[in-house]
């Protein structure tokens, strides 16, 4: 896991209370509310974050793959581990298309998971993998279960040049392992792409319209422009990140590269993206009131709302993290949802 200060379970809740914002930002939205009814609110934190149930609650159960790594959980072997991986990318390059692969987690017991890491190397032309402690289900280590020196760590060159398209590691633990996608580009590059089931199709602007069609339908224009502008924005929240998303799919199925500005899991983000949407929520339902007891504007607003308080929370950040940069470390189980974050 990452160290430090980390929300990593804001990103569900990121996409949830962007969706409820982007609705509030509709005047029948709020109107419709007053009458008691929340209906606009309910479809905009359900489109907003419904590209990401598909993907992680019903696509992944049915994505295929070419190659299954299941390492022994009885001697683990990072060597063995490396050396999968890498003729796997191996393979991709004499394969037309998409080389899929998945690897799965080192289960020991019925609450006892073998820990290990994933890297690729670029510059080295290489992948390692690197053995941890055996872990709880809750992700505690277990004293006595780190590896000894000299055997943790697998490393295996790759014949062909490699390109990552997510600069991360991958930490592999509880439930769930992690999938890759190996494409060969026409530089002759294998580029490895991070879970090539997630911000594809249902991460699209016009699937996102489609999607939007059955509630214009049964609830009229306003719902669907409500469904719409809430599934958008969290594609658009996303295109901030490295991974991208195959925004204008079926039309085009590749990933359109995100801005490189964040990670998913980075704590002021997230935060700040959650506490913006909480004031732009509390502003326009303000706005609709016709005599309020105080009066006072959007700038003065968010300045004493927004500005100070995550000014502060970034210095708090910044002086609980004050080690030299590292690469940033996926976990697997939080970028699945699974355990107990969002």
């Known amino acids: 896991m990452g160290s430090g200060l980390t929300f990593r379970f804001m990103k569900g809740i990121s996409h949830f209370i962007s969706g409820v914002a982007a609705a509030s930002c509709f005047p029948w939205t709020v109107t419709a509310a007053v009458d008691r009814d929340p209906t606009y609110f309910v479809l905009g934190a359900v489109y907003g974050i419904l590209p990401d149930t598909i993907d992680f609650k019903f696509y992944r159960f049915f994505y295929r793959y070419h190659q299954t790594i299941t390492p022994d959980p009885h001697t683990p072997d990072p060597q063995a581990i490396a050396d999968e991986i890498a003729q796997a990318v191996e393979n991709a390059a004499e394969h037309k298309g998409l080389y899929r692969l998945k690897i799965n987690t080192l289960r020991r017991s019925a609450d006892q998971w ?39 760590k697998g490393w295996k060159k790759i014949a062909v040049p490699i390109e990552e398209t997510y600069d991360a590691v991958t930490t ?10 190996f494409e060969k580009d026409a530089e002759g590059r294998v580029v490895v792409h991070f879970l ?20 214009a ?12 502008t809430a599934y958008a924005v969290h594609i658009l929240e996303d295109q901030l990140g490295y991974m991208g998303s195959s925004l204008f799919a079926p039309f085009s199925k590749k990933r359109v590269k995100g801005l490189e500005l964040m990670h998913a899991g980075d704590a002021l983000p997230n935060f700040g993206t959650v506490w ?28 004493y709302g927004l500005v100070i308080p995550l000014g502060i929370f970034g210095l708090l950040h910044f002086l609980l993290n004050r080690k030299s940069p590292v690469r940033e470390t996926i976990d697997t189980a939080n970028e699945w949802g699974e355990g107990n974050k969002l």
Request: net charge negative; aromatic share 16%; glycine share 10%.
């Open 114 to 152: 073998q820990q290990f890491k994933i890297r690729f190397d670029p510059q080295e032309q290489a992948v390692e993998v690197e053995m941890g402690p055996v872990v709880t289900t809750g992700q505690v280590p277990i004293p006595g279960t780190f590896p000894e020196d000299g055997t943790s």
């Open 172 to 181: 592999v633990d509880i439930f769930d392992g992690p999938a890759y996608g």
């Open 196 to 215: 090539p089931w997630h911000r594809t199709w249902t991460h699209s602007l016009v699937l996102g319209a489609v999607f939007a069609v059955p509630m």
């Open 217 to 228: 339908l049964g609830l009229g224009w306003r719902a669907g422009v409500v469904a719409f």
């Open 276 to 303: 913006f949407c909480c004031m732009l929520i509390f502003w326009n339902c303000y706005r609709a009131i016709s005599d309020p007891i105080y009066h006072f504007g959007f700038i003065r607003l968010m300045l």
